[in-house]
């Protein structure tokens, strides 16, 4: 990690603040609930039109056809090409995976 200082003592890093949003999406097989992080300030939609491949969900819990979990994970990488929708789970707790 690099930090600069400007001459009036501001400073300056290359980490990203992000903020965690639970969100529920729905792959071309799958729905996933989890914790979608997306840059301070930006939407669900903004984090999805950036130019990744993958969309980070942490606290992941995957869900088959009938409602059942069949996995979790503290981190999933989702192809965004396999996403069909997603959406703000508002209101909702993610349990933490394995928990």
Known sequence: MTIEYDEKGKFYTDVVTKVAVPSVMQTTTHLIRGLVHVRQGERLKDELENNERFTAVTNASIYDANGKVIFTS???AVQRDQIVWI???????IKMAGG
């Open 74 to 76: 503290a981190f999933l």
């Open 87 to 93: 959406m703000p789970a508002e209101g909702e707790e």
